[in-house]
């Protein structure tokens, strides 16, 4: 069969490599210059730069196979450091009992135990947004401390609109008791690994992992577009017939099926024949948050010893930064300087968005110098990478939008939809793998649902035992 694949980002790759390796045809459309979707690495003059980070950890065999087919001399094992910034401090995240006394002071944690205390006693039942969730789990205290400021600077909305289901899906089976007992080594059988303490990564980013893998489909006869879009996807009988833009000019593929990574909106809105109204409408609803990242390269060695730190304080800007010599020291040519991504978060009609680059970089700048990590004199250059619909949004009305769509698409034996953006999910990149490989296996007469991954699973990095 002849396979088209939408976009080149992990789940549209490797449902690619998947498929070639099993001797089908397979053109991959990507409307980018490369590939890697947003685990794409960025090299401007020498210095690799992620767009935020992207470790590899996985509990699916399936994906770690792929990993060592691709690159089986290139990971490293990297240790992880991640701290929040609160208040002129760094406090350790996960928790360390000691450091938050100390930076929290006396009086602030004994009320954070307090209010934790009241959440138990009376927690909101059935808990519908981010806020209620978060408060039974944590208190409210902590809650505003540790968790209000930084997700309404990634979200660009408030707690309250936000749904329980996120904060379920990334933190789930974590609270302040759970936390505390993990930082003393007191949870036995059931050891809380809500963040682990060590991942792999490839020596120059994840970028070279997928470029790698890219490589790798094209000697087994796959073909990749870049820099096309796909505007149009016709669903006949029996084949499928995509309208891309590329180089200038309107150019037709036609295949037996197609998968597609694209936003969900997106693909919703380029079917034909047009779907339903009541479709349409909910494709028109789904959310997503863009976000720009600043890459400065700093003339110190050592700035601070994190992958990255969370910026809970609203005086800064930047939502999270990324110290990326700490996750490689290849990914900067000289030691002596260090290169850190600062991420701000917005939707693409924000005045931001489109704001030239060097008043972001002035932005990112002055950021630095409110963390006191270093002065105007100090960097030596920098540049600035936007990513358009990076996160799909979590408002109270998206699973009701995501069920009318599943439910037609379930209609649809031609298409299928996979990836972050393709099914409006949360994903980590080893999620998106499994739905490439789920939608591959399906083409070649499996039947497995890509809706059910990151569903029922405990978080990706919860331990099971």
């Not at 936390?179 to 809500?194: D, Q």
């Not at 932005?363 to 600035?384: F, H, P, S, Y």
């Amino acid at each position: 069969m002849r396979i088209i694949i939408i976009g080149a980002g992990p789940a549209g790759l490797t449902a690619a490599y998947e498929l070639a390796k099993n001797g089908q045809q397979v053109i991959v459309v990507e409307k980018d210059k490369q590939v890697g979707g947003i685990s794409k690495t960025i090299n401007y003059k020498g210095y690799y730069f992620d767009l935020g980070g992207h470790r590899f950890f996985t509990k699916y065999p399936e994906v770690e196979k792929i990993w060592k087919e691709i690159l089986p001399n290139d990971f490293l094992k990297r240790p992880r450091l991640s701290r929040i910034y609160y208040n002129g401090k760094f406090l350790y995240y996960p928790l360390k009992p000691f450091n938050a006394f100390v930076n929290l002071g006396p009086l602030k944690a004994t009320s954070a135990i307090l209010s934790y205390a009241k959440a138990r006693i009376k927690p909101y039942k059935n808990p519908d947004t981010f806020e209620k969730w978060v408060v039974n789990q944590f208190g409210r205290r902590l809650y505003e401390t540790f968790f209000k400021t930084y997700t309404e600077k990634v979200w660009g909305i408030s707690c309250s609109q936000i749904s329980a289901d996120w904060a379920a899906q990334r933190i789930k089976g974590l609270s302040l008791s759970k936390a505390i007992l993990n930082a003393f080594g007191l949870t036995g059988k059931n050891k809380i690994r809500t963040l682990i303490d060590e991942f792999l990564y490839p020596r120059r980013g994840p970028g070279q992992f997928w470029e790698a893998m890219a490589a790798k489909f094209q000697r087994l006869g796959g073909q990749i577009i870049l820099q096309a879009e796909a505007r149009k996807i016709r669903l006949g009988s029996s084949s499928v017939n995509v309208t891309l833009y590329h180089q200038g000019k309107q150019e037709e593929i036609e295949g037996d099926k197609i998968i597609t990574s694209a936003p969900l909106s997106e693909t919703i809105m380029s079917l034909e024949p047009k779907v339903p109204d009541v479709v349409y409408i909910a494709g028109q609803k789904l959310r997503y948050r863009d976000f720009f990242t600043v890459c400065l390269v700093i003339k110190k060695r050592d700035l601070f010893p994190d992958n990255w730190v969370y910026i809970h304080s609203p005086e800064i800007t930047a939502g999270r930064m990324q110290n990326f010599k700490n996750w490689s020291p290849e990914m900067v040519p000289d030691l002596n300087n260090t290169s850190l991504g600062l991420e701000y978060f917005c939707f693409s009609s924000d005045p931001i968005w489109t704001e030239p680059d060097q008043e972001l970089l002035n932005l990112a700048i002055n950021d630095i110098q409110k963390l006191k990590m270093g002065n105007e004199n100090e960097i030596l250059d920098g540049t600035v990478v936007r990513v358009p619909k990076a996160y799909p949004v979590y408002d109270p009305d998206y699973k009701t939008q995501l069920s009318t769509i599943k439910d037609y698409l379930n209609q649809l034996s031609l298409i299928q939809i996979i990836g972050r953006n393709g099914l409006h999910r949360y994903n980590n990149q080893d999620h998106s793998m499994m739905m490439g490989l789920y939608a591959a296996w399906n083409i070649l007469g499996g039947q497995h649902s890509v809706w059910d991954i990151n569903v029922e699973d405990e978080y990706q990095e919860v331990d099971k035992q």
